[in-house]
């Protein structure tokens, strides 16, 4: 069965850090494009990063560049987003999620998402 | 910011139909063939549920279809059931620096 299940998820203060992990299965992970979208309390979905099958192109929404990172270890069929300086706007679920078609202009990422994960839910508090 | 609108919500009666709108005011959208459809229950993980305008993923109903005309995406649920009340999304290529459409609520009465 294929599958993603996020972890990490938490209550945090602003300005700390949090690290999210992705676990997947039943997939051949490192011939897939990779995605982290969040959906922030009564909002919609929101992309916030994509990552190459080999980890060498990254791309972020502008509201967490330069404070969240994403990386993915292949070898443990894993996909991460480290967030650092977190504000209380990151309140969100997050969801690990697999994509089907990238398609990247001018920084942004519009993935078709195949495959999601349930969620991680982050809470900064303030 | 999402450059795809959404009504806010959208009902119907089951075995009724129902249909969803996406609107982008960019040219980009109205060129650009991959337009997706998720639906949420809340606390679980999305679905995508139509790809590249009119395509169903393996085991989604045929009662949900898309289509596309210039700047607009649709979604249609046609026999609504009890279960399709949920949150639905489209996603595209529109300019925006979010791919994902604002949401819109299906109530099934």
């Known amino acids: 069965e294929v599958q993603l299940v996020e972890s990490g998820g938490g209550l945090v203060q602003r300005g700390g850090s949090l690290r999210l992990s992705c676990e997947s299965s039943?997939?051949?992970?490192?011939?897939?494009?990779m995605s982290w979208v969040r959906q922030a309390p009564g909002k919609g979905l929101e992309w916030v990063a994509n990552?190459?099958?080999?980890?060498?192109?990254?791309y972020y929404v502008d509201s967490v560049k330069g404070r969240f990172t994403v990386s993915r270890d292949n070898g443990e069929n894993s996909l991460y987003l480290q967030m650092n300086s977190l504000r209380a706007e990151d309140t969100a679920e997050y969801y690990c999620?697999?994509?089907?078609?990238?398609?990247?202009?001018?920084?942004?990422?519009?993935?078709?998402?195949?495959?999601w994960g349930q969620g991680t839910t982050v809470t900064v508090s303030s | 910011q999402s450059a795809l609108t959404q009504p806010p919500s959208a009902s119907g009666s089951p075995g009724q139909s129902v249909t969803i709108t996406c609107t982008g005011t960019?040219?980009?959208?109205?060129?650009?063939?991959?337009v997706s459809w998720y639906q949420h229950h809340p606390g679980k993980a999305p679905k995508l549920i139509i790809y590249?305008?009119?395509k169903r993923p393996s085991g989604v109903p045929d009662r949900f279809s898309g289509s596309k005309s210039g700047n607009t995406a649709s979604l249609t649920v046609s026999g609504l059931q009890a279960e399709d009340e949920a949150d639905y999304y489209c996603?595209?290529?529109?300019?925006?620096?979010?791919?994902f459409g604002t949401g819109t609520k299906v109530t099934v009465l």
């Open positions: 960019s040219s980009d959208f109205g060129g650009y063939n991959y």
């Open positions: 996603s595209s290529y529109a300019g925006g620096t979010n791919p």
């Open positions: 990552i190459k099958q080999d980890g060498s192109d990254k």
């Open positions: 039943g997939f051949t992970f490192n011939i897939y494009w």
């Open positions: 590249e305008v009119t």
């Open positions: 999620a697999r994509v089907a078609h990238n398609h990247c202009i001018n920084g942004v990422c519009y993935p078709i998402v195949d495959v």
